[in-house]
Each structure stands twice: as C-alpha cells, then as structure tokens.
C-alpha cells in the first residue's frame, strides 16, 4: 500500500496539478483524504477512480456527469444499475462520436490521395476552374481567385 503527492498524481496520468485541484473543487474528488497539512493524500484506490474519472472526461463525458457516476460510486453496490445505465449512454454517446470521426477521417484520407496523386496539380488546377465558373454563374465572388 503506498500513498501518492498530488504532483506524483499528476505526473502518472499527465495532468497538470490545477487540473486536479479543479476536480477537486468540482466535487469529482471527495474520496480522497488529507493529512494534518491539509495535503491531498492519494492511494491506490483513488488512482483507479481518478483513471476512471480521466477515461470519461477523455471521451467527453461533462463533469456533472461524472460527479453523479462517483456518487453513484460511493453508494456501493446498491447503485450498480444507476451506474451501468449511466455508463451505457454514454458509450453509446461515444460510439456516434467515434462513428463521426471515422467520417471525418475518410475525408482526410480523399484529400490526403488527392493532394499525393502525379496529376494533384491539375486535379486542383481544374477545380479551380470549376469554383470560379460556379460563382460565375450564380453572379457570386469568387474568394479563390488571384
């Protein structure tokens, strides 16, 4: 069993220490104990609720929302189903969101090949050309024009 420094705490889960302080103040903290000092005092136990707290703020989960998951926590076991309904919206919240950025990424890739391709420089040089005649046409500016 070994006690941690809330900069031991911060340098393991790479947060700076206001950040914990922050949680602290937020009320995602109330598990963990202070010395005669009024020092926070970490254990092991509290390490694995803070990486769980850091898991969900990570993934976007609101701090409000967290606070409830860690007092659902310190109910014990009565509050099991709270939990896991808590949980289970949001990993479905974080599955659309996971789905959004598999999108996102696609798009990446297209410009990414477009930009890397032999003919990159006509390809663009050509939807130059179609932009300018498109606004041309609806009587628009053209914002790409030198």
């Known amino acids: 069993m070994s006690t941690y420094t809330i900069k031991d705490v911060a340098q393991q889960f790479q947060l700076p220490i206001s950040t914990i302080r922050y949680y602290d103040e937020k009320g995602l903290l109330p598990f963990v104990a202070r010395d005669v000092h009024g020092n926070r005092v970490f254990t092991d136990s509290d390490l694995n609720l803070i990486k769980t707290i850091v898991c969900l703020k990570t993934t976007g989960m609101p701090l409000k929302q967290i606070r409830q998951y860690i007092q659902l926590c310190l109910q014990g076991p009565t509050s099991i189903p709270q939990r896991q309904a808590l949980l289970a919206q949001h990993k479905a919240a974080v599955l659309q969101q996971q789905q959004a950025l598999a999108q996102a990424l696609q798009e990446i890739e297209v410009k990414l090949n477009r930009y890397s391709a032999p003919n990159a420089v006509g390809m663009i ?11 041309a046409a609806l009587d628009l500016p053209n914002a790409f024009a030198h």
């Open 125 to 135: 040089q050509a939807e130059l050309a179609y932009v300018a005649q498109e606004k």
